[in-house]
């Protein structure tokens, strides 16, 4: 994690990191203000709270209130040696506590993070930069350094040694200025790894890797950053802001744009009759749901990147607005070469469709045979540590009778009776089997195995369309009973879709567009090597959406475009612009529990007001601004009844409420009441409600903004990281920037 300091007045410093600030000072008498703790005290901080952390984890899985569990640390010095310390942690626990349960609230906090390191010893490295945010030299430990092609280590499915594919891929990205950290590691059980990676100047661009072992999963991680760089799928739903909007492309140099048609009618030159008659069965879909909401601009048209019909090699363009809206990150991926990528795409594409057939179908899928499974003792070396932790797995072919090369890998936990069913594909029948056991546990600890939800007999639930999208995001959609029976729909097949020889890779690509071709699917591909490695994105209409097509018309993230700017600048509107986007949000079909920053794509700190600020609340707070008492009210006792937002805003209406109430009732008078208001909620809350109330103070909490983004500053390190895939596409391609 990249910490930032900055100097402040006398001794008091600011250290900026994700979306927090931590401020430290020195007490008086080492010529500080005490006007905030010394760094070494939230050192200490730190280390009494991460152990009070892992005690509430362990307390959360069993169901073990912690309302009578205390904790204290006190660090006992050395007077010889003020270096050397006790850290001496106490737990006082409740007297009916099992001792089973005492032991194992001790034991987990000799898991504390801040304990092990410290206990480890970390390296402390000490160098002068010329500039800090340029200084793009990778963050990455570990990175195997001077590997030369052709040597180091080979795995199936890699056209390079595992070396040089983590030596290319970090030169890729310092090239392009990002600095890449590793968040966490993970391995809870043998042959199982996975990290988190992610860019250090904006966190909200982040991947996660999986592997058998610490190389490949950060070949994992580090091939699906370049994969998302490449496909801009870090970026999607977000608004680039209006320098980017207006410059020479907005996407892609390649990219073309087209004017809706007379009646607002798909132009011409997008889709072709075959994409057509999928994602328009109704004539429903207009020119207008195609404008993407990265640059907003309606006049300039829709937005569209050039695919390949693989069927005869001719070009069609695709709507960004359709891409970033049916198929989220389905169908990418970068590879060592473009048939690596190629592979890699088509077999997770294979993957969520006969994962999302098989859970609508109910189907049940036929066990591996022992002696299949011990041909690969690493895997199963992996899934017998999880049974010695008391998880039942179950290891299924889901080839659907050797038609997919996909496998499943199901976890059971007795403790909370959830189920989990991952899913991996690829060629080689123990490629797939591994990547099915290391997608159940990237980045999972043992703890992180309780919030898989149980199975079901209610088919309803199980095909419905947002499950299958719950398991597409995180894996948390409900599977069914039927799933479970001894009685499988298919005979067990140990299949093998691999190539052979130096062009394998070839081979298996070959091989599993000819399993689309077969299926009777169209595929179109765009090839994106603009930023140094093969990366392609496949599209597969009517076999690989993530979402239903229906969304394009009646969930399309462009209605951002429609409430985007006035709520940007809603500080700034007045009575009858406030009431013209009040009725526009009343007259929407949105959920009001939406959150804002899903609804305009703007990265809002979600610590501020604005990062928690949902529809509903908007509401309530142009009511106010309007003095709209009486729907006021309605809005702030809905608000109330469902708030998930922070305690003090919660009291701010709870006391909002009280205002309201007394305002209107005749028979009240607030100047009886305001001592004791001000006694509950506290002076400042209070000249703010009742300055709300009366229409003096107009959106309390929300910092004023507006289309140049000001002061958002999240959303500025996102556009930063942005900007520079936009700068080397530009000079790739020789096109000047500003």
């Known amino acids: 994690m990249e910490i930032k300091v900055n100097y402040l007045d006398n001794l008091r410093l600011e250290a900026k990191f994700d979306d927090f600030t931590v401020i430290s000072d020195q007490p008086i008498r080492y010529k500080g203000d005490d006007s905030a703790p ?18 509430k984890v362990y307390c959360n899985a069993r169901n073990i209130p912690t309302e009578n569990i205390r904790l204290s640390q006190n660090n006992i010095v050395d007077p010889e040696n003020r270096y050397q310390q006790i850290f001496k942690i106490q737990v006082e626990l409740p007297a009916d506590l099992s001792d089973k349960d005492r032991q194992g609230i001790l034991r987990s906090i000799d898991r504390c993070t801040v304990k092990k390191v410290v206990q480890t010893g970390p390296e402390f490295q000490v160098e002068s930069v010329e500039n800090i945010d340029e200084d793009a030299q990778a963050m990455l430990t570990g990175v195997p350094q001077g590997a ?58 982040f991947t996660n890797g999986k592997g058998a072992t610490k190389e490949s999963a950060l070949c994992s991680a580090l091939g699906e950053f370049i994969e998302r760089l490449s496909c801009n799928f870090f970026y999607n739903d977000q608004f680039f802001g209006e320098e980017i909007a207006n410059s020479a492309f907005v996407h892609y140099p390649n990219e073309e744009w087209f004017q809706p048609g007379p009646g607002d009618a798909l132009p011409a030159g997008i889709l072709d009759e075959h994409c057509r008659a999928i994602f328009d069965p109704e004539g429903e879909l207009r020119g207008s749901h195609l404008i993407d909401t990265n640059s907003g601009k309606m006049k300039r048209g829709i937005v569209s990147l050039p695919f390949v019909r693989q069927s005869d090699g001719e070009t069609v363009y695709f709507p960004s607005n359709l891409i970033e809206n049916l198929y989220l990150s389905n169908g990418m991926s970068a590879g060592n070469t473009l048939p690596e990528a190629q592979v890699q795409c088509l077999s997770e594409i294979f993957e969520r469709a006969v994962k999302k057939q098989i859970i609508e179908e109910e189907l049940a899928l036929p066990d591996v045979p022992r002696e299949v499974l011990e041909k690969y003792p690493d895997i199963l070396a992996g899934i017998e540590a999880l049974e010695a932790q ?5 290891v299924k072919d889901a080839s659907l009778g050797g038609q997919f090369p996909v496998m499943c890998v199901t976890l059971m936990n007795p403790r909370t009776g959830g189920v989990f069913a991952s899913f991996g594909a690829h060629p080689s029948f123990e490629v797939a089997l591994e990547r099915s056991l290391t997608e159940l546990l990237q980045g999972r600890s043992f703890e992180g195995l309780n919030d898989f939800p149980a199975p079901t007999f209610n088919s309803l639930a199980v095909t419905e369309p947002n499950n299958f999208v719950e398991h597409f995001i995180d894996s948390s959609g409900v599977v069914s009973w039927r799933f479970f029976s001894a009685r499988a729909d298919y005979d067990f097949c140990e299949w093998d879709f691999s190539g052979s020889g130096s062009s394998s890779t070839e081979e298996e690509a070959a091989s599993l567009f000819g399993i689309l071709e077969a299926l009777g699917h169209e595929a179109y591909m765009a090839v994106f090597e603009d930023l140094g490695a093969p990366v392609c994105r496949i599209l597969v209409p009517g076999y690989s959406e993530v979402y239903p097509v229906e969304d394009l018309v009646w969930d399309n993230t462009n209605m951002a475009l429609l409430f985007r700017e006035d709520i940007l600048n809603v500080h700034a509107l007045d009575d009858r612009q406030l009431a013209d986007l009040l009725e526009r949000l009343e007259e929407s079909p949105l959920d009001e529990q939406m959150d804002i920053i899903t609804l305009i794509g ?44 922070t305690v003090e805003r919660g009291l701010f209406y709870q006391a909002v409420q009280a205002v309201l109430e007394i305002a209107l009732d005749d028979e009240l008078e607030l100047s009886d009441y305001r001592d004791n208001l001000e006694r509950l909620f506290g002076v400042q809350t209070m000249e703010a409600v009742i300055g709300s109330v009366n229409g003096e103070v107009r959106f309390h909490g929300l910092t004023p903004t507006g289309m140049a983004l000001q002061g958002l500053e999240r959303h500025q390190r996102l556009i930063d990281s942005y900007r520079k895939l936009h700068a080397a596409r530009a000079a790739r391609a020789g096109i000047a920037t500003s």
């Open 148 to 205: 030369e092609r052709g040597e180091g280590t080979w795995i199936e499915g890699k056209d390079l040694p595992l070396e040089q594919t983590i030596a290319n891929m970090t030169g890729i990205l310092a090239d392009l200025g990002m600095k890449i950290e590793i968040a966490s590691w993970r391995n809870i059980v043998p042959h199982v790894w996975s990290l988190h990676i992610r860019d250090a100047a904006s966190p909200m661009c």
């Open 390 to 394: 008391g998880f039942p797995v179950l």
């Open 38 to 55: 010394g760094p070494f005290d939230y050192f200490l901080a730190s280390s009494a709270m991460c152990a009070a952390y892992f005690v």
């Open 602 to 645: 703007i990265e809002f700190d979600e610590n501020t007001v604005w990062g928690q600020l949902t529809i509903l609340e908007l509401k309530l707070l142009i009511d106010l601004a309007l003095q709209r008492h009486e729907e006021a009210l309605e809005r702030v006792e809905a608000f109330l009844q469902y708030n998930d937002n």
